[in-house]
């Protein structure tokens, strides 16, 4: 048993040392002077926000009316401009975290965000807009909203409206979910920015959707940074003088003055088809074999702990395992990429999922090994011990080769389950295959085939796996010579 507290404890300073060089590079940058900028500005923003912020074309670049502005911003300032995307209801917990410098996304100026953030002039006004169904009779203005379901994000400006009129909030990922949400009936009204509602009806003139009313409030868009950043001097500037010089118009007139021209589906499916192929190859299945990987070596050091007869080291596998099962695979991820940075840990997104993943392994896998390590008689532990071999023989010789065989088909479940878990990557960005379908969404609202072709991708992933399985049931079987 000393051996497998030693595997645990190599282990985890394995993970320590991969996570260690980040937080020093972090802790290495200086803090911005008054009126600096970095020179590359990591600015914050959702993608799936059309047309604010979302991927046009063939899905592959980012485009919309904040990113032109942020672009326009960061030409006129003489810096360069990189984006993170990240979905809205992780974009504050992400800028805390140090993920970013400045957040461009619509963000509505509020005095509760002001006295948190650094927030800059506004760079465009607009309203808010109550949307129904085409058929709803019984809404018609926002005080009707009491007592109905709203679809919303729930970190948003408009959340904070609709909840004041009365109505329930039912939080969505972004505005085409909640649009979605409408028509099937699930909820019973919306609101939302004036500008993003005419970009959809515009998008999709048949949609079952209408405007009924406005806000009165003014909505003002402004970009926002951490408190004490330093960086609205420079950033007011700029949207001043873009302001003065008519180039906030020419965007503005760009996105909301064209007629919009919509792909058919097919055009859309084909166009996607191999973006959402390649982040399957590049993040969804490098994410799953090295999680299982690394989760298996973790399962099998905490396994033989959970055997040992120490109530010290049996005590801290239980403990480990209790937390993994006890607590969401979402919860954990959260936890390592947005808590962690708090105390000084900065893990760049995929080797944050991958830890996650393979601590999440670790733990279910674990009890896998425990069960079959001990449905073997006793009897061989002794026959082996009466021919002079130790511990470590044993069980790489005689124990682990026959547990295999018993402990394969559901490692197999574990693995494929892995393989649908990687999804919730997309939350700390991680632009896996689900993502890139979200992405590919937003824009089109073509939420059936394109969910529909990331469902398949992960049917023929998983097809492969169950095939891989059949074969090493059969190899490992008593019968077959291996």
Not at 77 to 86: M, N, R
Not at 114 to 124: E, F, G, K, Q, S
Not at 290 to 301: H, P, Q, Y
Request: proline share 5%; with cysteine; glycine share 8%.
């Amino acid at each position: 048993m000393k051996r497998a507290a030693q595997v645990l404890f190599v282990l985890v300073l394995g993970l320590l040392y991969v996570a260690v060089p980040a937080t020093g590079a972090s802790a290495a940058v200086p803090a911005a002077r008054p009126s600096d900028l970095p020179p590359t500005l990591e600015v914050g923003t959702e993608g799936v926000y059309p047309p604010f912020s979302y991927h046009g074309g063939t899905g592959n670049g980012l485009t919309g009316y904040d990113i032109d502005v942020m672009n326009a911003i960061g030409k006129h300032l003489g810096v360069k401009v990189e984006y993170v995307e990240t979905p809205f209801d992780s974009m504050f917990a992400a800028l805390e975290a140090g993920r970013f410098d400045v957040v461009a996304n619509q963000i509505t100026f509020n005095e509760e965000r002001n006295a948190r953030y650094d927030l800059t002039d506004p760079y465009v006004e607009t309203t808010g807009v109550l949307v129904v169904r085409k058929d709803e009779k019984g809404i018609t203005k926002l005080a009707d909203l009491k007592g109905k379901k709203a679809a919303e994000n729930i970190t948003s400006n408009w959340a904070e409206v609709a909840k004041g009129a009365g109505a329930t909030i039912v939080g969505v990922d972004d505005m085409s979910l909640a649009i979605d949400n409408l028509e099937q009936g699930r909820v019973d009204a919306l609101v939302n920015d004036k500008l993003a509602i005419r970009n959809y009806l515009r998008t999709k003139p048949d949609a079952g959707i209408k405007v009924v009313a406005e806000t009165n409030d003014v909505s003002k868009s402004v970009l926002a940074a951490k408190k004490g950043s330093g960086y609205l001097p420079q950033l007011d500037k700029a949207i001043a003088d873009l302001k003065a010089d008519g180039t906030l118009d020419t965007i503005y007139a760009k996105y909301f003055g064209a007629a919009a021209t919509t792909p058919s589906t097919w055009d859309i499916m084909r166009d996607n088809a191999w973006p959402m192929g390649r982040a399957a190859l590049t993040k969804t299945i490098p994410l799953t074999v090295i999680s299982f990987a690394v989760g298996m070596v973790i399962a099998l050091a905490i396994g033989l702990m959970r055997m040992s007869s120490h109530p010290v080291v049996a005590g801290v596998a239980r403990l480990y395992i209790s937390f993994i099962r006890g607590t969401p695979l979402l919860v954990q991820l959260f936890l390592i990429f947005y808590a962690l940075p708090q105390l000084g840990v900065k893990i760049n997104p995929f080797l944050a999922a991958v830890i996650a993943f393979s601590l999440n392994v670790g733990g279910y896998a674990a009890e896998i090994v425990r069960s079959s390590v001990e449905s073997l008689p006793k009897g061989q532990w002794e026959a082996a011990s009466t021919v002079g071999m130790g511990y470590a023989t044993t069980l790489r010789r005689i124990i682990l080769p026959q547990a295999a065989r018993t402990a394969v088909p559901p490692l197999s479940n574990t693995l494929i389950s892995l393989v649908k878990d990687t999804s919730l990557a997309a939350t700390i960005l991680v632009v896996e295959l689900f993502r890139r379908a979200q992405i590919a969404a937003a824009p089109s609202f073509e939420f059936l085939a394109l969910y529909g072709m990331a469902a398949l991708y992960y049917w023929v992933i998983c097809l492969v796996l169950s095939f891989a399985q059949s074969r090493t049931e059969t190899r490992l079987n008593r019968f077959v010579a291996a």
